[in-house]
């Protein structure tokens, strides 16, 4: 008997908990105090009212198989396109196939491989570089470097496009350095840093330097690229090869200016060459040099120009002897006495002041309190300036010169 609805009756479920088996087909009971087993217990019968859920199948691992000179044949693809990318050619390569090629030699586990034929590329383009370079002399020398910086700057970021997908999986799990990276540490190694190379590039920019601070005028917009290129290889990289350099023959050349200057210049036109000359090392710093070498060529220029140069040596004042009445010496205090000259025994003569360094004036001395001072939290008067019965000031005679009120 069913309810109108199509469930079981009531009284049809209270006969399947009483007798344990159905009577219509349905199956029969679990063991036991005559109820059905959990539908997700092992071995249970599926509910006669749930559908059965479909198995769901499992995704299908891939299993990359490489063929025989896979590695090679892509390679050779790549290693044309770092070529053209070189020789600015890159307007004929798809990135895509680029990219797809590299993706591949990471997938089927030929990333060192990979890595390190990228790496022998580069280093064998750089050296053919450097060679360019080092033929060259003078600003020629700088022109070249900066030229071919630039390149090479454009070429990694092309490169490291491409290789992306090897810069995300292989870089990270073998700890080395990305190809942007790697680039970049080529070019320190293999060219700035080259014995006949470095000390010509750093020296030639530091008699741009020493030309402008003469006042010959130089190519700023050329310095500004060389020194960034310093700069961005690293903050260290630039300390140690350029600015290091760079404050010594600052040291030099203001120590040699302020011996011709205390020579030739007055005080006051002393002090205005050392103004002209801080202000001229603060603009060099914002239009080429990098901020951070600001504080310490300001430096170099006070110590060599002020500290270490400059000294006010005061003379003391002799006035000259009185001219003879009668074309003879009158006794004077150091003659002996009874004949010309004679008189008191001279005392010595006073020898020239010690040099004093110019330096900023030292803080005064603490004030001490005044002990005609009388009064309350600063609300009070000093005896000797009161006069008698009427609150009037005057200058005080005998007061302490420490007085608040002096």
Not at 204 to 212: A, F, P, S
Request: include cysteine.
């Amino acid at each position: 008997m069913r309810a109108p609805g199509g469930s079981p009756s009531r009284a049809r479920r209270d006969t399947l908990h009483d007798t344990g088996h159905a009577t219509d087909g349905a199956p029969p009971l679990g063991p036991g105090r005559g109820t059905l087993p959990h539908p997700s217990a092992p071995g249970a019968p599926p509910h006669p009212h749930r559908a059965a859920t479909p198995a769901q199948p499992r995704p299908r691992r891939l299993r990359v198989v490489s063929e025989p000179g896979f590695a090679e044949r892509t390679w050779r693809v790549l290693d044309a396109a770092i070529d053209d990318i070189y020789e600015h050619n890159s307007n004929k390569l798809s990135f895509e196939e680029l990219y797809r090629a590299g993706y591949n030699m990471v997938l089927q586990k030929c990333g060192a491989e990979l890595y390190a034929s990228v790496e022998r590329k580069i280093r064998g383009r750089l050296e053919a570089v450097a060679d360019g370079i080092a033929a060259k002399d003078g600003l020629g020398l700088v022109a070249e470097t900066v030229r071919q910086w630039e390149d090479h700057v454009r070429a990694t970021a092309v490169i490291r496009d491409i290789l992306m997908y090897l810069d995300r999986t292989h870089v990270p799990q073998h700890n080395c350095l990305a190809v942007h990276a790697l680039a970049m540490t080529l070019w320190r190694d293999g060219v700035i840093r080259r014995p006949d190379i470095q000390p010509r590039l750093v020296g030639t920019v530091l008699e741009c330097v020493g030309r402008e601070r003469a006042g010959v005028p130089q190519d700023r917009g050329l310095l500004r690229e060389v020194v960034r290129m310093w700069a961005s290889l690293g903050a260290d990289v630039y300390a140690v090869d350029f600015e290091a350099a760079l404050l010594q023959s600052s040291r030099e050349f203001y120590a040699r200016e302020a011996r011709e200057m205390i020579e030739s210049l007055s005080c006051p036109e002393y002090f205005s060459r050392v103004r002209q000359r801080l202000a001229e090392e603060r603009e060099r710093c914002q239009l080429y040099l990098e901020p951070s070498s600001e504080e310490q060529l300001v430096l170099q220029v006070r110590q060599e120009l002020l500290q270490s140069r400059v000294q006010v040596r005061a003379a003391p004042r002799r006035d000259p002897a009185p001219a003879p009445r009668d074309g003879r010496r009158g006794p004077t205090r150091g003659d002996p006495p009874g004949g010309e000259g004679g008189g008191l025994p001279r005392s010595p003569a006073p020898g020239p002041a010690p040099a004093r360094p110019l330096t900023a004036p030292s803080q005064p001395p603490p004030r001490r309190p005044c002990r005609n001072w009388w009064g309350w939290r600063g609300a009070g008067w000093c005896r000797c300036y009161r006069a008698a019965g009427r609150r009037t000031w005057r200058r005080c005679t005998t007061c302490s010169p420490t007085c608040p009120t002096a």
